[in-house]
Structure formats: structure tokens, C-alpha cells
């Protein structure tokens, strides 16, 4: 049996350059929380227990992530990372080797923290760093005359010749529980910054004789960590660019890589395309063939194969079958269905409806709470009137019904199949199948009338 995995996550900081009310940690990346990036990463790594060290925002961080198996330590006050995950301590299992992460670095890759695991598993201390262009306020790593890892110095704690050290401490790192536990309770908080550091374990340990192994990210980015506005922005670029190389190398054609936003998860088929500036929210399906317009926005929606969307659409929860054509300016809501081959045109609103195959409804209409059968042709300017100010009603309008332009269909209603509704009709009453219904007043012309004139 290999030990059990604790994780630690440390998140108390106060984020003060984020100039911010919101906790940093809770700050969306690619639409989710910072912190929900560093859990799900954790989350792979299948542990026994993750526990997060809070304190700065008070109870907002876990009343945010709700998640009922997290075990949630306060540090109040915050005196360092050492003491931050003192906090925790009473949450670990002592059997178990403990993965330390920060709630700020939300890129880190699942494969680079499994093989630090694996490290620890073998009895060694492993520690995450990297070399740096330019490593000012990190801590440095200080190896030996043997190139063994002997201790990490803070950045204002370091000499001349400790600061010209460009490999950096990423604060990433896995080691046996029991033991950062005696390491810990021996910290003390005789430095520049009088904290309690966590890097100073890694001195204790080596001068015990232990093992401290340091491994690197396979890129940079996975151990950015924010502190400003500016460093979340950037490290969206760079997080958005992954998931564009991606896509690209799968067979999606991406007019620019650089104009594409995915804020949760992208599915897509073979040969689809996607123009420029569109942004992807919770879960989209794009099946093969489809083509996304510039400027589109959607939103856990599925479009099967071959739908083209012209640009400027706005789908939220809607599926919509094989080969439909939908746009520009088209919006539908949650509860939209389309089967194939419809056509949806510019500025037509549709909610929680099923349109059928082959059906169009191409301009300048709402259409809500509504069965709409196969070949219906819904003409300009038609409103279903759903909602009396209290309930929502429906309209079922059957297949081969042409609806004539300007038409008000007051809900509850029914068009019957084939039926033919006249061009400005307020519909009120059920249509008959097969029949022309109508309302309208009718057309009358005054002879001799003449136009008021402005008075001199
Ligand atoms: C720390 C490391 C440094 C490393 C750098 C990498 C120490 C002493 N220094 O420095 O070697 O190069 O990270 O970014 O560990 N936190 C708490 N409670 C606290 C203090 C911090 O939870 O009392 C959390 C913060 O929310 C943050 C993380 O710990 O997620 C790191 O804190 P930060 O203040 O950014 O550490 P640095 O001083 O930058
Ligand atoms: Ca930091």
C-alpha cells in the first residue's frame, strides 16, 4: 500500500495589489476561480484529503467553492506560509506525504504534481523550481558545493551572491506529513520580514540528511501566480492560447488563435471552424463540419453536424440538430431545440421551444413557450404572447403552418396543421387545420381627406 495523499492548499494571503473586495483566489480564470483551477488539479491526483488554509476575506472563500469534503483551516493572523500551513496540520494525516500548493497558481499541470507525488512516495522531499530571467522577490534555491539542494533564501533576506542565484523556489512541494509537522512546530520568525517561512524546512531537512529532490515544470506558466490585474490578464493570454494550440492540433480551423475565449469546456468534431472574437461558456458540443461566425457567444449549447451560425449570435442553453442556419443576430435561450435543417434569421429571440425540421422563422420574432411543427414558415414580425403578467402559456403551431407576418399568437393557442394565419393577425382562438384565419380590420380610404397643414 502507498501512503495516502494529503493536499494542501494555501490561500490566506490578502492579494492586496488586486486592489479587490473579492477574495484573490476567488478572481475568474477562463471563468472559474482561481482557486477551483488549483482543486482541480488536485482533484486528478485522487487524494485521501485536501485541506485550505483561509483567512484574509473571511468566510466568503468557503462559502464560495462549497465543496462539502474540503476541510477548511482559518489562519487569522496571517503570519507567514510556514504558519499558514501549521494551520493545517491538524487536518493531516501523519502517515501520509503531503503536496503543498498555492491557491494563486492556477496552471500547474496534473503530470507535474504526480510525478512530484511519486518522489515523496519514495521517502525523498520534492520541491518544484525553476530558473528564472529574472528571479527578483522569489526565493533562491542554495545548493551545495555537490549541487544538492541545502536551503532556500528569500529574496530580502538573501546576500549579493545569493540574489545572482536565478533558480527560484515555485513553493510547490511534496514531502512525508509526520515529518513537516516536527519541521514546522521548530520554525521560527527571526528574518527580514519576521514571518514564519515554510522554505525554511527545506534547510532543516537537508541538514537531517533527508533527500530534497528538485523537479521543473515542463513551461513557465504552470507556476505564475497572481497578484495583480495585470498578471491575471496575462496569464488568461497564455492560458487561452494552450487551449487554442490544442484545438488547432486536434483539426480545428481558428481564423486567430489570439481572438478565441473558452471558459469551460470546448468539444469539437472534425473540420470545424471558428471565426474570430467568439467566446465559449460551461459545456458546448460543436460536431463536425459546424462553422461559428465572428463575434458569437455560447453558452452550454450543442450544435450537431454541419450547423453553420453566422456571426453575432447569442445561444444560451440551446441544441440545435444537423445543418440548421442560424443568424446573424440570433438569440436563443435556454430550452431552445431546433432540428434539422431549420433557419433562424436576424433578430428572432426563441425560449423554450422546439422548432421542427425544416422550419423558418427568419426575421424579427419572438417566439417562447412554443411547439412549432416540421416545414412552418413563421413570417416577419411574429410574436408568440406567452405571458399574461402572471403565467406563461403555450403555443403549439403544427406542421405546414404559414404564419403571415405581424402576427400576435396570444397563447394558450393552437394553429392547426397546414393552417394559414393572414399577415397582421391577433390570433386568439385556436386556427383549424387546412384553413386561412385572419383578423384584421378592415381597409377603408376617405375621399376628399386632406393633410393638416402648419398654421402661418
Ligand atoms: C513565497 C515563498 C518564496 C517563493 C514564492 C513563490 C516563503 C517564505 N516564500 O514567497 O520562496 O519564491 O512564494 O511565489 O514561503 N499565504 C498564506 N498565509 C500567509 C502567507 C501566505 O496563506 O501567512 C499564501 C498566500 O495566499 C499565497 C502563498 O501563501 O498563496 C504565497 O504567499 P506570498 O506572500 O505570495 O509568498 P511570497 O512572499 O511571494
Ligand atoms: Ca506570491
Known amino acids: 500500500m502507498s501512503s495516502p495523499l494529503n493536499v494542501v492548499i494555501l490561500a490566506a494571503g490578502r ?3 488586486m486592489k479587490s473586495d473579492l477574495p484573490k483566489v476567488l478572481h475568474p480564470l477562463a471563468g472559474r476561480p482561481l482557486l477551483s483551477h488549483v482543486l482541480a488539479a488536485a482533484d486528478t491526483l485522487s487524494p485521501e484529503k485536501i485541506c485550505v488554509v483561509y483567512g484574509h476575506g473571511g468566510e466568503a472563500l468557503p462559502k464560495a467553492i462549497a465543496r462539502d469534503e474540503l476541510a477548511w483551516a482559518k489562519q487569522e493572523p496571517q503570519l507567514g506560509t510556514g504558519h499558514a500551513v501549521q494551520q493545517a496540520v491538524p487536518h493531516l494525516d501523519p502517515e501520509a506525504i503531503c503536496l503543498i500548493l498555492y491557491g494563486d497558481v492556477p496552471l500547474t499541470r496534473p503530470e507535474t504534481l504526480q510525478e512530484m507525488t511519486l518522489i515523496a512516495r519514495e521517502g525523498a522531499i520534492a520541491l518544484l523550481t525553476v530558473r528564472l530571467a529574472n528571479p527578483a522577490g522569489y526565493g533562491r534555491i542554495v545548493r551545495n558545493a555537490r549541487g544538492q539542494v541545502e536551503r532556500i533564501v528569500e529574496h530580502k533576506d538573501a546576500t549579493p551572491e545569493e540574489l545572482a542565484i536565478d533558480e527560484v523556489n515555485t513553493g510547490i512541494l511534496c514531502l512525508p506529513a509526520g515529518k513537516l509537522a516536527g519541521w514546522l512546530a521548530r520554525l521560527g520568525n527571526d528574518n527580514a520580514q519576521g514571518e514564519y517561512y515554510l522554505t525554511d524546512v527545506i534547510g532543516m531537512a537537508a541538514a537531517e540528511g533527508e533527500k530534497v529532490m528538485p523537479c521543473h515544470p515542463a513551461a513557465e506558466w ?8 495585470q ?3 496575462q496569464l488568461e493570454r497564455m492560458h487561452q492560447h494552450n487551449v487554442a494550440e490544442a484545438l488547432m492540433a486536434q483539426g480545428v480551423t481558428l481564423i486567430d488563435p489570439a481572438r478565441l475565449d473558452v471558459r469551460g469546456s470546448l468539444e469539437c468534431g472534425r473540420d470545424v471552424l471558428i471565426d474570430v472574437n467568439c467566446v465559449f461558456e460551461g459545456a458546448v458540443v460543436l460536431a463536425d463540419g ?11 449549447v450543442s450544435l450537431a453536424a454541419g450547423v453553420e451560425l453566422q456571426p453575432f449570435c447569442h445561444l444560451d442553453g440551446a441544441k440545435v440538430g444537423a445543418d440548421a442556419r442560424i443568424g446573424p443576430f440570433s438569440r436563443l435561450r435556454p430550452g431552445t431545440e431546433l432540428a434539422e435543417e431549420t433557419h433562424i434569421g436576424n433578430f428572432v429571440e426563441i425560449k423554450n421551444s422546439q422548432v421542427g425540421f425544416n422550419s423558418k422563422i427568419n426575421h424579427l420574432s419572438y417566439v417562447g413557450d412554443a411547439t412549432v411543427g416540421r416545414k412552418v414558415n413563421i413570417g416577419a414580425g411574429t410574436i408568440t404572447c406567452n405571458y399574461d403578467g402572471a403565467n406563461k402559456h403555450r403555443t403549439v403551431i403544427e406542421d405546414d403552418v404559414f404564419v403571415g407576418s ?3 399568437l396570444v397563447a394558450p393557442v393552437t394553429v392547426g396543421q397546414g393552417a394559414t394565419i393572414g399577415a397582421g393577425t391577433t390570433l386568439t382562438k385556436d386556427a383549424p387545420a387546412g384553413q386561412l384565419t385572419l383578423s ?3 381597409q377603408l380610404t376617405l375621399p376628399g381627406w386632406q393633410r393638416p397643414v402648419k398654421k402661418k
Do not use: H, M, P
Open 290 to 300: 459546424v462553422k461559428v461566425g465572428a463575434n458569437c457567444v455560447l453558452k452550454n
Open 15 to 17: 492579494g492586496t495589489r
Open 222 to 229: 504552470e507556476v505564475l501566480g497572481i497578484n495583480s490585474r
Open 406 to 408: 405581424d402576427t400576435q
Open 231 to 233: 498578471q491575471l490578464a
Open 440 to 442: 384584421r380590420a378592415k
